[in-house]
């Protein structure tokens, strides 16, 4: 018979995370059964959920930071590369005034707490952190994304950015870790189970499957990444609850290679592999290049004899995830980046200069000069947008069903597939970037067949029946940088004005003034992809 040895699952070797004392508050301990248990006040929980959400939607760590700076000084890299981490530096530093948040989707408010068995609350945990959340969604400039369903059918926007998800896990001692993320739906929607089997464990056709694979994250969740790749897992949910950590970082310490009892470790041999697998695909930072991923994360878990589960996902150019902690010394945070500017150059990249395009000019006028381009061609668009994106497109979708117009802004204007976060005070914008192109392909050749959508503005690639209808149709896809939705709103963005649709809340048809905007021409009217040669 064999003996019983408990394996922890995932052994964690150290934590190197800098800390920052938030207050020594909220926090007292006592002596019971000869044990010293550490007491948390509730206003504890909230204080530290509210700074945790305001910091990492404000602010980014360090280590990522130095990731771009990186970028900016490889040889190798190439312009584009270059201009999408320029640009994200200097986002960074507007977002750091604390007024626009790095990415306008400023997401789901996640929680992942480890709770000692000897920490005392004597409340429901999960209420008081729900309530930090609320807190820093209603005083921030943060965006409302969480959408209730009423019936199967019909939902609405809770207007409060809750419910959050909140998991939370026994351990022992008298100590209470946390990891606070933001996730947005870009990224989230990049998070891919595949349920394979052991004839995928051999070099070939592990190399061949990611080669395959890899492809899947396109680019519509903001690149580069951090990138996590999980093999494994006694169910497909915590193979994917291992890639959401690390993704974030969580489990940059576990071990390096395997045991008897099944303990998760890092694969660095792979991690290398597929780093290598990710640079030579071409598709760089958004627009061409080498630097699709900043890093990659390979763990490696059991698993049933029968599965074989494979987890893969991102942590995005918005890479908001924050650490924290309840000690007997008090209430900590991890400490983000406050002061960007010192990963940025003395002298901006030396880049071809972009093509300027008025699109205040007649449609068909900027059809025609966009007509004269290949694809991959820069541009700086000035002029009018009309914002637009899931439950708008729905909308129109619905009139023309029952026989109604196209709306003249859709045909007038170029759409920006958007949603804004809340206004600062004093200014004509919030954080503005945009949203993801995909979302909105099964409308565009109805639309396009009737006058509208000839020129869409949004982030990542698209499908193929969107690259049919811009040949059929005579229309075009230009993308914008996924990640700089605060320098957007700063320096692009001039006016907004609500003009359909206002019930939608963040949804509604919008038009804004943008002077200085750039964007990338990605589909033209010939049929043309940019990202043809990566599906």
Known sequence: MSEFKYQKPFPITKDTTEYRLLTKEHVSVVEFDGRKILKVAPEGLELLSQAAYHDVSFYLRASHLEKLEKILKDPEATDNDRFVAYTM????????????????????????????????????????????????????????????????????????NLPAQIDIYAETGNKYEFLFITKGGGSGNKTYLYQMTKSLLTEENLTNFVEQHIMDLGTAACPPYHLAFVIGGTSAEANLATVKKASAGYLDHLPTEGNDGGQAFRDLEWEEKITKICQESGVGAQFGGKYFVHDVRVIRLPRHAASCPVGLGVSCSADRNVKGKITEEGIFLEQLEKNPARFLP??????????????????????????????????????????????????????????????????????????????????????????????????????????????????????????????????????????????????SIKSVEVVDFPELGMEAVRKIKIEDFPAFLLVDDKGNDFFAEFK
């Open 346 to 491: 003395k002298e901006a990249p030396h880049l071809k200069d972009a093509i300027e395009l008025d699109i205040d000019q007649p449609m068909d006028k900027i059809r025609e000069e966009l007509s004269k381009y290949p694809v991959k061609t820069r541009f700086s668009l000035r002029g009018t947008l009309i914002v637009a994106r899931d439950m708008a497109h729905a909308r129109i979708s619905e009139m023309l069903a029952n026989g109604e117009e196209m709306p003249q802004y859709f045909k007038d204007h170029p759409i920006y597939y958007a949603g804004p976060a809340k206004t600062p005070t004093g200014m004509a914008s919030g954080s503005f970037g945009p949203t993801t192109a995909g979302r909105m392909d099964p409308y565009v050749n109805e639309f396009q067949k009737v006058g509208g959508s000839m020129v869409m503005v949004a982030k990542g690639n698209r499908s193929q029946q969107v690259t049919d209808a811009c040949k059929a149709n005579g229309g075009f896809y230009l993308g914008s940088i996924g990640g700089p939705a605060a320098i957007l709103a700063k320096n």
């Open 89 to 160: 530096l200097l986002n960074q530093m507007v977002a750091a005034s604390g007024e626009l948040p790095t990415c306008q989707d400023t997401g789901t408010a996640i929680c992942v707490g480890k709770k000692g068995e000897d920490v005392y609350t004597g409340v429901n945990d999960a209420e008081y952190i729900s309530k930090g959340v609320y807190n820093t969604y209603e005083s921030d400039n943060l965006r409302f994304s969480q959408i209730v369903p009423q019936t199967m059918l019909k939902e609405k926007n809770s207007g409060t």
